[in-house]
Nanobody, 127 residues
Framework: QVQLVESGGGSVQAGGSLRVSCAASGLTFGNYVMGWFRQAPGKEREFVAAINWNGGPTYYSDSVKGRFTISRDNAKKRVYLQMNSLKPEDTAVYYC????????????????????WGKGTLVTVSS
């Protein structure tokens, strides 16, 4: 049974930092491109970041580029999202997801093609 479990969410003041984690089980973790998506109340789920199988190439949405860093530890089957300089508009439920293919950012940003999803962890950024 494949499971992706996010953790590390919480409340933080604007300008602060937070790191969310995703623990994977039941899959060969290194065979999957991993990504982070987020969804704010009343909004569609949006792409945040993606990282290739071995932690090399990465993609970021324009809204988080320069502030967020995605990383992974294949030995631990974990993917991380370090979030710095947080803004209130970053408030959302953050989800990790897995897919087998790598491609342009436009492709990775699509929810279709994602093989597995976590349940999400809530990040709240206050002014």
């Amino acid at each position: 049974q494949v499971q992706l479990v996010e953790s590390g969410g919480g409340s933080v003041q604007a300008g602060g930092s937070l790191r969310v984690s995703c623990a994977a089980s039941g899959l060969t973790f290194g065979n999957y491109v991993m990504g982070w998506f987020r969804q704010a109340p009343g909004k569609e789920r949006e792409f945040v970041a993606a990282i290739n199988w071995n932690g090399g190439p990465t993609y970021y949405s324009d809204s988080v580029k320069g502030r967020f860093t995605i990383s992974r530890d294949n030995a631990k089957k974990r993917v991380y999202l370090q979030m710095n300089s947080l803004k209130p508009e970053d408030t959302a439920v953050y989800y990790c997801a897995a897919r087998t293919d790598w491609g342009p950012r436009e492709t990775l940003a699509l929810s279709v093609g994602l093989k597995f999803w976590g349940k999400g962890t809530l990040v709240t950024v206050s002014s």
